[in-house]
């Protein structure tokens, strides 16, 4: 099986106010431990999908990890994975994971990898474990959901490669806000691997703290 893994590095880290994919965790960038978490499961190629501003300090970053290239981000997510999905060299699976969760574990990339060859498309989710309301324009609740229904995504997210790039290729230029959205839009099965909560997304300052933290605790 030749499979393919997509690093999404194409942000602008407005919320956190800098280039969150060059913080530090332990003495190693947000950018490095997500791609050295794949390595282990040895994929054909990495490629990742980097703004400009990042791709000089990010190639610089990975010289000695072979079968890597970096691709120009889009101005979307759903852009960005297209361009790397086009730089593929046509596996027979890709996976496709978000820079910015640099805590992912072997064992749910094996996992998730295992599923999505079982059914096609599998992703990483953790069971929600808040009650979630849903709301109106004016701040009105108009439906609780069933709690032992809803997920929290994550990724990994791992499809067919012929599968997913012709949903990319064919919903050019929508902006979805994950690739499992855009099988789902076309009627594609996906499916959920149960993930660990531990597999944060850095989003702010606070974030980095708490992603030490769950570290300092392995």
């Not at 994929?43 to 000089?56: H, W």
């Not at 599998?122 to 849903?134: E, N, R, W």
């Not at 099965?189 to 997304?201: A, C, H, L, Q, W």
Request: charge should be neutral; include cysteine; proline fraction near 4%.
């Amino acid at each position: 099986m030749k499979l393919s893994v997509i690093i999404t590095a194409g942000g602008a880290s407005v919320r956190y106010g800098k280039d969150k994919l060059l913080e530090l965790i332990n003495g190693k960038t947000v950018i490095e431990r997500s791609v050295n978490a794949f390595l282990p499961i040895n994929p054909d190629e990495i490629i990742i999908s980097a703004s400009e501003k990042l791709e000089g300090e990010i190639k610089d970053k990975f010289l000695s990890v072979k079968n890597l290239r970096i691709v120009r981000g889009g101005k979307t997510r759903q852009e960005s994975v297209f361009n790397a999905l086009k730089a593929c060299s046509t596996p027979d699976f890709v996976c496709i994971h978000d820079a910015a969760r640099p805590l992912v574990k072997l064992e749910n990339i094996e996992n998730c990898l295992k599923k999505a060859m079982e059914k096609g498309a599998a992703i990483t989710a953790v069971k929600a474990t808040d009650t979630i309301k849903k709301v109106d324009d004016t701040g009105k609740i108009i439906e609780t959901p069933d709690r032992n229904t809803l997920w929290c995504v994550q990724t990994p997210q791992i499809f067919s490669y012929k599968t997913i790039f012709a949903a990319h290729e064919r919903l050019f230029g929508k902006s979805f806000s994950d690739d499992a959205g855009i099988l789902e839009f076309l009627g594609f099965p996906v499916y959920i691997d149960e993930g660990d909560y531990s597999n944060i997304k850095i989003t702010t300052p606070k974030d980095i703290l708490l992603a030490e933290l769950l570290l300092n605790r392995e």
